[in-house]
Nanobody, 125 residues
Framework: QVQLVESGGGLVQTGGSLRLSCVASGSTLDKYYMGWFRQAPGKEREFVGSISWSGSSTLYADLAKGRFTLSRDNAKNTVFLQLNNLKPEDTAVYYC??????????????????WGQGTQVTVSS
């Protein structure tokens, strides 16, 4: 089973940017469709976006369209989430996740079996 570790979170002002990384170990990343989710205090974990094995296909939640961008570097076993034009409502813990090998991942948390520990993103107004 792949292990995932996120990094890159932090405190940023409204309108700022962050680049989150998710590094995989224990397996090669090219076997996994990858997803990003986030969870704010007191709220359910919600889908942010997903990216196909080669990176040729991406799917974004409405909250991410036009502001967030997914990419991946399989040679480095790393997936990236670029966050631009951040708003206070983007404050949350951001998680990367992987479904089973060679299965596509959708918008639901139950489709994903491996999760990172999360990285905190805080946007000040």
């Amino acid at each position: 089973q792949v292990q995932l570790v996120e990094s890159g979170g932090g405190l940023v002002q409204t309108g700022g940017s962050l680049r989150l990384s998710c590094v995989a170990s224990g397996s090669t990343l090219d076997k996994y469709y990858m997803g990003w989710f986030r969870q704010a205090p007191g709220k359910e974990r919600e889908f942010v976006g997903s990216i196909s094995w080669s990176g040729s296909s991406t799917l974004y939640a409405d909250l991410a369209k036009g502001r967030f961008t997914l990419s991946r570097d399989n040679a480095k076993n790393t997936v990236f989430l670029q966050l631009n034009n951040l708003k206070p409502e983007d404050t949350a813990v951001y998680y990367c996740a992987a479904p089973s090998e060679f299965l596509a991942g959708g918008k639901n948390t139950y489709e994903y079996h491996s999760w990172g520990q999360g990285t905190q993103v805080t946007v000040s107004s």
